[in-house]
């Protein structure tokens, strides 16, 4: 059976000899059938709300999906029907779909063996649906990639993980996504907008200036950004700032003031508040945590053409 509870969320019933694993954002405020999945924050700054990989040999439904969510599903090996508004699609292996946002009745079900993998988005008011289209978006994926990547997410976050190890599994589970959605044709289109963003980090940075730099619209501009990247156009530039701001405090001593100024924040309680945010630990934390790998020692000094890094390995 399945039911409502009272956060207006579906249950989830796997089916005998069922198996899910996979990566929740949040330690709390999620469905029961997550509970014991580790905790990701960084999940958070690409709006996902939980990734797994499924395996069931009976039949089974899924109910993956928040109310105003939108759930990426790639099959893996075999076939599974996914239900959508009463209408029924076969996702089965190497096929990818994308299930939109305000989808009431979602469930996934199966008679044989099947096995797939998900991303489960929350995306903010602004944009509520990763993709365009009201009905699901199918096609042609290679799963394996997106697997191994959120397999690798699981194994970081189930232990106390270098803060950017976790940072690249989830990346490259957005990158994954993302290029399911966006043609490879579209991807250059603001190539040049986010090289002279990314020279200049501590510039002040709005939708006006970046929509001149980009030479569009402010509409248009923002379409580019959520398709080609899950975002808006302003979120991004934070994104950006928090990840060059990682790398200096993962490189260098510098302080956190000093951090705080050369990515574009005048106001470090500001920065510490937009790092913890996106990472899921405040710099401090985050510095400590990388500076505790064993892998290597890092020794940083600041020239006036750039900072140059020299690492010596135990």
Known sequence: MNSWDGNRRRSVVPGQHSQLCGVRAKAKGLGQWLKDFPVCPALEQHHISHVGVAKTCASAHFLLSEQNSTCFLAGLNGQGHVHVDGRSYICSAETACLLPSC??????GTRKAWEFCWVCYVPPPE???VAGARSPTMGRFDPLPLRCAIEGLIYESSRDAVPTDIQHWADLIQSYVMRFLAPC???EQLTRLWERVGAELDAEWNLA???HEAGYSHGHLGRLCRRQLGRSP?????Y???RRAAELLETTNFKIEAVAQAVGYSNPFVFSNAFTRCFGWRPSEYRRKQHASPASAILATKES????IRRNRH
Do not use: N, Q, W
């Open 185 to 187: 044709d579209d991807e």
């Open 103 to 108: 989808t009431m009745d979602l469930s996934y």
């Open 234 to 238: 302003m979120h991004h530039v934070t």
């Open 305 to 308: 053409d750039g900072i140059f």
């Open 127 to 129: 944009f509520r649906r």
């Open 240 to 242: 950006m700032r928090m």
């Open 209 to 211: 200036r970046l929509a």
